[in-house]
């Protein structure tokens, strides 16, 4: 139990055009959804919190407007990188809270993003 | 702010023999939560473990355990046994059990994990 998954698992774009990425929670409702970044061999950077039928919270230095972030339902969450540029290439993951009482996060296996 | 600290950029052990990571962390909450995840080649992280603050007990699940010492602000991954498997990032990471940051992991660094045959 407690899967998530995330779509696509590897992006290649031109600068300019924008990419979305879904992540869905398999088998349990997420109230709470998380993205991340990582770059090689460093830690998870802490995006924002995308809780359902409400904005997104943002952590202070990630641009709203580039980094949109979509909570519709209680097992999607979409994260749009808009515009996106070469600096934007990153490894994005998301993860998902079923019950945050107990502390877990499910992680989705991640989405690999190049821009050109 | 809590912040978390893994002080060891990378670790090696021998196949079956045991490795501790360490992971100190800072806060002024009293209950919160304490993890260690795994992050293979994959990138998929895993959760290794789990520590309830206001548990003495510290947590085991198999070959992993944890040595958590509330007051040092202290929690280590012990891994018994090692296998090629374990080779990995592990990243100690904090959540407060409640408050305006309710959800919100904070990581450290990582350990660059290699286990040798």
């Known amino acids: 139990g407690a899967v998530v998954s995330q779509h696509p698992s590897w992006v290649i774009c031109k600068s300019g055009t924008s990419v979305k990425i879904e992540c869905r929670s398999l088998?349990?409702?997420?109230?709470?959804m998380f993205w991340y970044r990582q770059f090689p061999k460093q830690s998870l950077m802490l995006m924002a919190t995308?809780?359902?039928?409400?904005?997104?919270?943002?952590e202070q230095g990630v641009e709203k407007d580039k980094f949109l972030i979509n909570h519709a339902s209680l097992t999607l969450s979409t994260l749009t990188v808009t515009s996106a540029h070469p600096e934007d290439s990153s490894f994005y993951i998301c993860?998902?809270?079923?019950?945050?009482?107990?502390?877990?996060?499910?992680f989705g296996p991640g989405t690999r993003l190049t821009v050109l | 702010a809590q912040t978390v600290t893994q002080s060891q950029p990378e670790m090696s052990v021998q196949e079956a023999e045991t490795v501790t990571l360490s992971c100190t962390y800072d806060?002024?909450?009293?209950?919160?939560?304490l993890f260690w995840y795994k992050q293979p080649p994959s990138r998929q992280m895993i959760l290794v473990i789990r520590?309830?603050?206001?548990?003495?007990q510290n947590a085991t699940e198999n070959r992993f355990s944890v040595n958590f010492q509330k007051a040092a602000k202290s929690f280590s991954l012990k891994i018994s046994d090692s296998q090629l498997g374990d080779a990995a990032m592990y990243f100690c990471?904090?959540?407060?059990?409640?408050?305006?940051?309710?959800?919100?992991?904070?990581f450290g660094q990582g350990t660059i994990l290699t286990v040798h045959p």
């Open positions: 088998d349990f409702q997420a109230t709470t």
């Open positions: 995308s809780n359902e039928g409400s904005k997104a919270t943002y």
């Open positions: 520590q309830e603050a206001y548990k003495q």
């Open positions: 806060t002024s909450e009293s209950d919160y939560y």
């Open positions: 990471a904090y959540k407060d059990a409640g408050g305006t940051s309710y959800g919100k992991l904070t």
């Open positions: 993860s998902a809270a079923p019950h945050l009482a107990r502390g877990e996060q499910f």
